[in-house]
């Protein structure tokens, strides 16, 4: 599928060139920010130029054979990343970037890469509504915030914190994380046991194993300040929503030297939002959009 007049292109260095030109660094690092780095030093431009095609497979879109466009993707072996997606703002609304998906997702197939994906700032609208209706899909585009200080109260619950540390809390994190995903979000586990772990996974802060009357039920991990507390939770789906999940944040939120102002709480899939949000409501939390939001699609193969 292509516009009229429009051709999707290895880039040259020329052509790619001439595209960066009409490009801002706000432009080239909206899905992955490293992509412009140095664009706008001295000669940026042209270094960018020669060094793009040799990290990445990069194209160019040409209207009316005019350089109008670019995409940057990095693959692995199963997936690629779309690290760019910009065009010339004088040929912008043309349809020219829902083409370029296109092109890499027929590009994708026929070198039997099974995902695409990218991460997209949650305020590009054009950006998130380009990629809806070329069927992406988003992953945990929102997270729980409370602004003012709770009492969490879950009578009847024993919640027992084990703290990790080293390679068991890095195993602990993994083993929910894939749990949760497998419940929750399981369209995307694929890409996420391949790919994606490594950059869903926070870093620091502290891990414990959680026990729900002796029974081992999930995950936690807090992160952030003593004011604004971040706490990432991977439950047991059975729990999901009940009062044993109330007691699990009851027991990491104990664990604070002080009664926080704020928290944010994020938990490890979609479908453990939606089956908890009643209840993190009902103790005064909102949901808050994330900063980016991971969108992902499998690429379909045509059956032999």
């Known amino acids: 599928m292509r516009t009229l007049g429009t051709q999707i292109v290895p880039a040259r260095v020329n052509e790619l060139r001439r595209v960066l030109l009409d490009l801002n660094v706000e ?3 909206q899905l992955d920010p490293l992509v412009a780095a140095g664009m706008d030093r001295p000669l940026g431009r042209e270094l960018l130029a020669a060094r793009l095609p040799i990290s990445d497979s990069v194209f160019i879109c040409l209207y009316n054979l005019e350089p109008s466009g670019l995409i940057i993707l990095r693959r692995s072996d199963t997936a690629a990343q779309i690290r760019a997606l910009a065009v010339a ?10 083409t370029m998906l296109i092109e890499a997702e027929r590009r994708a197939r026929e070198r039997r890469v099974e995902w695409l994906w990218m991460s997209i700032p949650s305020t590009n609208q054009p950006a998130i509504h380009c990629a809806r209706r070329c069927g992406f899909r ?46 929750g979000d399981a369209w995307l586990q694929p890409l ?62 104990n664990t604070l030297r002080v009664k926080p102002p704020a ?3 994020r938990l490890g899939s979609e479908g453990h939002l939606r089956a908890a949000l009643a209840r993190y409501k009902e103790l005064g939390f909102t949901p808050v959009l994330e900063d980016r939001v991971l969108f992902a699609k499998r690429v379909e193969f045509p059956e032999a």
């Open 263 to 265: 928290i944010d709480v």
């Open 138 to 183: 988003r992953y945990c585009p929102q997270y729980l915030r409370v602004n003012h200080s709770i009492m969490i109260e879950a009578p009847g619950v024993h919640v027992q914190l084990e703290e990790q540390a080293g390679n068991d809390a890095v195993k602990l994190m993994q083993y929910w994380l894939s749990t949760e995903v497998s419940d």
């Open 27 to 29: 432009d080239l690092s």
């Open 89 to 98: 703002p004088d040929m912008r609304r043309k349809g020219l970037a829902r």
């Open 192 to 253: 996420i046991e391949r790919d994606l772990k490594p950059m869903l996974l926070p870093a620091g802060g502290r891990i414990w194993r959680i026990n729900v009357s002796g029974n081992e039920m999930g995950g936690a991990h807090l992160t952030g300040t003593d004011e604004h507390p971040v706490i990432s939770l991977w439950l047991d789906s059975s729990i999901w929503g009940e009062a044993a999940e109330t007691g699990c944040l009851r027991a990491v939120v």
